[in-house]
């Protein structure tokens, strides 16, 4: 039995009774306290009842008054400063107290001779179900006081008594249930209820004889009481058999003209199904096996409607507003009667009596078909009312399990959050979370038990309907955090979820036992024993070993070597006009990855001037185009608003002026693109060239272009390109070479197909099986059902992540950090189990398995040599988008040329927006107004990228007030047009990621921002953030923010507030940017910068210097820094010691001016661990140092460093450099590292590269 379904379980019955009751007592039952408990319901009772009878009210105002003397006796007693236990207003009364028994005793006969009145109202129907709670009360306060003096009475409760008990409790319940207008307007009713009245009274006069006669001495009553009991049991049995026989009760409760009905249902009739559900249990225990199962279901299913629906439904809701809801409301009130009838009539037969079977089999049916009808009724109610929009979605979608078990972790860890959070909105659902989430987590880890199964229909229809399920989910917790709606139709909601996820449970177990022994063998891509999806499929190897293997298999073209000469030879041959050369083929042949191999070919690199590359696509827009090519070609960026189209295009054409240039244009799909940005590419009769890649021949043709179409691969180089993916160059094992030949051979020549096939075959393994199975699934497939194949064969946890690349424009090449970023706040990444890795190591992993997949190209490498940017193929993307837009998680906004994400409906309830703005538009405010007024009807945002929307379209104070209302926001990348972010930004409590873009200028953060707990990284792109307005206050009361990792950009002084609160209490950063002044302290005689070696997990630091550097300087860098980069600081090369010493530094950027002088001199010892040094636009002029100085330096970048005569001969015989870039240096710099390569040539070393652009004469 599942422990969310259980309710609380009783005591013995009569402590139960006690401890609900409401009559706390302290010690043992007063005497006094428990006649005039009994009394004072009898005479309310009696008194309103019998409002017209003369002598019967005078006789209880007599009495009254005189109860009245006793208990004011009694505060007056309690009032003296010693009060006696055995004083004489005590003693009196008691005297008093007894003498009332005879006069209850003629009041009931003068009760029996009259009549009540004949039209009770509620409150009368309210008192008959408070006198039942007395009677129950006073029948176990009186046995506590008998057994005080007489123990063995207990005895006599136990016995005796608990049957009388239970059928009181049961007939109070009853009572509860019937409406109101029953009483008014039905014979039967009224009478009954004067039944009831007359049980109830003729107890209470039982009770206070009795009390009293022992209390005379007449102890054989108590004696006799059981036998008594005995006698009111069997009245009661005869009444409640009466009652509950009445078939027509159920139909009585149905009044679709009575919208007034409100019968007195409260906690006690819902402890009642508690009551029940313990009887039952118990009752279950001696039951016949055949009716065993169907009695714990039975039970089960109460335990969960009690839990999960009964209260909410029955309490908070007692005058339904719609008829769906009234309804409802009836059969829960009908089932709760009708197991009451179940469990009284049961325990007429004998145990193991015939008919008592046979009562059960008929009963238990009916009672879980009426189960089942409730749990109907809520589904519909909550589609009909609360669900109705997205249900249409729903409904509108054909079967489709992308993504399925990743979704479900998403949503769990929503829940998981919220649970965790602990915040005082979230009590009133709580308990219905936790349900969901157990039974989510239940749920979704069968599911990975038995994942290799997934593949027939009906499992598929399963896993639809679970993530129908967890949509609901989402959607209900979403509607409740953003303050929509009532909160019972959010308990509603997750009822109905939890009610569905327990139904597909028992299918999902039932079509396992089907299904096991008949499913055909699958290739082994996920555990069936994994505990959790984050570990569930084989990661890539590690960041060093990945980047090894593709770099090999990258570098190396296959089939190509022929073609990529004959097209080096059209390139630097022939005529010295300008001309256009067009490498042309299908999609997926190679025509990228040819184009790139000749783009970086050092005969290329050195006949050309210039080189730049763009890519056009089907969408483009020719101003980004040009001004990208601008910037390779200048080596500087202009901003697109700061110069006119027509003077932009001038100034490229005249850089390209009298220069031998190389220009490829990938992926250009028709004459027209080329029409469009031809205009500042000059024939100057130099050689200069062209060159495209497309599809279509008939464009080639058209450009005046000479054509050169691709072949397809010949089985036997399929075959060298698969062996080269797989294994590197390695020998391929013999048992695997046949049918690795015929793989290769079924991709019919396609290289995208041989890739992507050795991308599933590498996570795999050397199963001969399986590559077997790999093999058969190829024979009938095109080019579009490899890139399905290769999708299905992902783990769960990276399908998302794949098809994530569908949301950014064709050819885009996508930041690696920022797409990290943005699968993290999707919910995409899981924290795995081990907690060894943080969510961004673990979502730098899934980009490497993506990588060694072959399903991501990696568009640049960081400085530290992971993925700095990366892109799809092409066919990739499509798919990526159709499979988006056929699980309607995709729709493209063309008016803004943005792309929404969705979580499960089209409209409301869209959780991503990312926009990706068309430069050509011509902006205005009215835009710019519609546009965030449009972004602000969807209220469950998780993320909202605006940061490819030009400044000019920047946010003003009342836009990001606005957004601020976006409070599930996670993600917000915005271009500002303000000086300072309003307070109202710390509504965003789930917000992670904050990016400030394109504003440049101070801008202010509010104090409001650091009370984000949940922030990891604030970005503040080209200039700094202001923490002038912050008072002393905030400073001192500033609070840690353990989950902050990055923060760029701060303004930093030795001493400042921003040192001593902020900085001080980020000692979990990682990533800092940050603005240094100068700090002279003129005890020590030096520039003292602010003290960081506190940040003991800081990895990278950017310094920016404002001002001219005083020296010498102090600096106090942390020993675990990585990666520095230095601007403006003006130091001379000697103070560049402090830097060296760093003893885990791997990359130095050192840029505009940070260090001044004319030569560098390098000593032993230090930089020991660099692997990436970057000079850029620094004065240097000579620089001596050796191989031994950088002994694991990988790459070296020198950018206009234009006055620097050479590089260091020496660094040829590095061995680990692999790569000299350098762009806009001297020629006699150039010529060195020429000079370089070639020794190293010589050497037979080819594996140091160089790239140049540009050169100049100093």
Known sequence: MDSVDSPPQPDAPWTWIHRRSGHDHDGPVGLENLLISIWSPYARFVSKWYPEHQELQARLKHSDQAVQKVIQGNEEDMGSAAPSPTTTTTKTGVSILKSLAGE?????????????????????????????????????????????????????????????????????????????????????????????????????????????????????????LGEMLQVMVDDLDNFIVGFIGDEDFESLLVDDDDDGDNPTVDEKALEFINYLVHKLKLMMLSCNEDVKDPFGILIDELSFLRCNLMEDLLLLNKNPIIKEMKSLTISTRALIFRTGSFFCKSRYFKQEDEQMVEYWCLKIPDLLRAIDDIK????????????????????????????????????????????????????????????????????????????????????????????????????????????????????????????????????????????????????????????????????????????????????KLVGFKDAEAEIIELLTGGSRQLKIVSIVGMPGLGKTTLANSVYKHPSINLHFHVRAWCCVSQVYEKDSLLFDIFDQIVGKTIQSHDTSREDFVQKLYQSLKGRKYLIVIDDIWDIEAWNDLKGPFPDDENGSRILFTTRHRTLALEANSIPYALRMLSPEESCELLWLRLFNGETCPPELSTISKRIARNCKGLPLAVILIAGILKKTGTKEDCWEHVSNKLVSLEASGIVEFSYKHLPDCLKPCFLYFGTFPEDTTISASKLIQLWICEGFVQQPNLGHNSLEKEAESYLNDLVDRSLVMIGSRSSKGGVKACRIHDVLQDFCSAKLQEERFLVREQYFGGICVLHGDREKHIGSLLYYYKSGRAMNFRYMEFLYDFILQYEVLLVLDLGNVLIACSADTSDLVNIAKLVHLRYLAIGVGTDEIPSEIGNLQNLEIFILIDSFREVMLPEAIWTLARLRHIVKENYFFSFKHYNQDFFQNFSQLDNLKSICSLPLRHGDDVEKFILRRLTGIQKLGCKFSNSWDDSTGCNIFPVLDYLSELESLKVVFLGKTLYPCKFSFPSNLKKLSMSYSRLPWDEISIIGQLPNLQVLKLLNKAFEGQQWDMREGEFQKLKFLKLDTLNIERWNASCEHLPFLEQLVVLSCQKLEVIPSSFGEIPTLRLIKMKWCSFSSTDSVKKILEEQRDMSNDQLNFTVVGAIHC
Request: hydrophobic fraction near 40%; proline fraction near 3%; include cysteine.
């Open 376 to 555: 109907q009724k809520a589904s519909d109610l909550f589609n009909h009312c609360f669900f109705s929009s997205r249900r249409s979605w729903q409904s509108s979608n054909s079967p489709s399990t992308t993504n399925v078990l990743e979704y479900v972790n998403f949503v769990i860890n929503k829940v998981e959050q919220l649970l965790h959070s602990k915040a005082d909105p979230l009590n009133a659902l709580e308990r219905h979370m936790e349900n969901v989430y157990e039974q989510l987590v239940s749920m979704t880890k069968l599911l990975c038990d038995i994942v290799q199964h997934i593949g027939s229909s009906h499992m598929e229809f399963l896993l639809t309907r679970f993530k129908d399920a967890a949509y609901q989910a989402e959607y209900v917790i979403d509607s409740f955090e953003a303050g929509e709606g009532l909160i019972w139709g959010h308990k509603l909601g997750l009822f109905v979820v939890i009610k569905d996820v327990k139904i597909l449970h028992k299918e999902l177990k039932a079509a396992i036992l089907t299904m096991t022994t008949t499913c055909d063998p699958v290739i082994p891509t996920i555990s069936s024993t994994a505990p959790s999806q984050a570990n569930y499929y084989v990661k890539g190897g590690s960041k060093g070993e990945i980047n090894n293997r593709v770099e090999a298999a990258d570098n």
């Open 104 to 224: 209850i005793c003629k009041m009931e006969d003068l009760r029996d001779d009259s009549v009540a009145i004949t039209s009770p109202s509620s409150v009368f129907a309210g008192e008959v179900v408070s006198l039942m709670d007395s009677v129950v009360q006073n029948l176990n306060d009186t046995f506590i006081f008998l057994a005080e003096d007489n123990p063995t009475i207990l005895h006599v409760k136990e016995e005796q008594v608990q049957d009388f008990e239970e059928r009181l409790i049961v007939f109070r319940n009853f009572l509860s249930l019937i409406p109101n207008r029953l009483l008014i307007s039905d014979e039967y009713y009224v009478n009954m209820f004067d039944t009831v009245q007359d049980l109830a009274l003729g107890f209470q006069r039982l009770f206070y004889v009795v009390v009293c006669n022992i209390i005379n001495g007449v102890e054989e009553l108590a004696m006799e």
